[in-house]
């Protein structure tokens, strides 16, 4: 048995999430993902519902964004969704052996699931190594909170933001590989396709064995799941996680 926890985007919920990726995002054999792996427990998480300064009204988001746009976020609010991430992955991991937990998300649930990524990254030594026990990530229309940051960091400057200082500081004694399965929209009209293919690049830098991928023609203005093409790519990704 493996679990995948799955983060909705900012404004979605965890329920209308589920709902529209196992309802209405179906593979090109017409099943939904939960009907093609029968053997996984599905995990929907939900953010809090807070009082955006930006948008001047309460809604589900994982943390604040800075000038309304999904580029940069606020960083506190996205150090506790980090941490509230981790620990359900820790619920998870108690259920189940080494590489059975899986974690992805789609826009700024994936921002949060990268981070949160790269937290575990960082500490991993012995048992506690996520290499041995995080199987795999999932990210879809997505970007890197503070990804310039985070390059330049990589980079050798360490002059940048506090968060990702504290998050990164330990990567360079990464030994395993972390798969990871990206896809955009390169017509996505709310996070630009730039914004993932740096994602990308970070996570590649850092170790993680990355499949990217692009798309045309999704719904939500590109914003979404490309069906079926990209259901039976996420499909193929997590059999083969299912299968070492």
């Avoid at 399965?181 to 630009?192: I, K, W």
């Amino acid at each position: 048995m493996h679990t995948i926890v799955l983060l909705h985007g900012r404004g979605s919920d965890a329920e209308e999430f589920a709902e529209e990726l196992m309802d209405s995002s179906r593979l090109s054999d017409g099943r939904s993902l939960q009907e093609a792996l029968p053997g996984w427990r599905w995990v929907f998480p939900a953010a809090r519902q807070v009082w955006s300064e930006v948008f001047k009204e309460f809604m589900p988001m994982w943390f604040e964004l800075r000038d309304g746009r999904d580029g940069a976020g606020d960083s506190e609010g996205l150090k506790e969704a980090v941490t509230h991430v981790r620990g359900i992955l820790q619920e998870e991991r108690t259920r189940l052996g080494y590489g059975k937990v899986i974690l992805g998300g789609i826009s700024q649930g994936g921002a949060v699931g990268m981070w949160t990524l790269l937290s575990l990254m960082g500490e991993g030594n012995g048992d506690d190594d996520p290499g041995k026990w995080l199987g795999g990530f999932v990210g879809s229309s997505t970007w890197m909170p503070l990804g310039d940051d985070a390059e330049k960091m990589l980079d050798g400057d360490h002059h940048g933001s506090e968060f990702v200082e504290n998050m990164m500081k330990s990567l360079s004694q990464r030994q395993s590989t972390i798969p990871v399965l990206m896809g955009h929209g390169v017509d996505d009209a709310y996070v630009d396709v730039d914004l993932g293919r740096q994602a990308a690049r970070i996570l590649s830098r850092v170790g993680c064995s990355v499949e990217w991928r692009e798309y045309t023609g999704a719904e939500q203005e590109g914003h979404w799941f490309k069906v079926p093409e990209q259901m039976d790519h996420i499909y193929e990704f997590l059999k083969s996680l299912e299968a070492q």
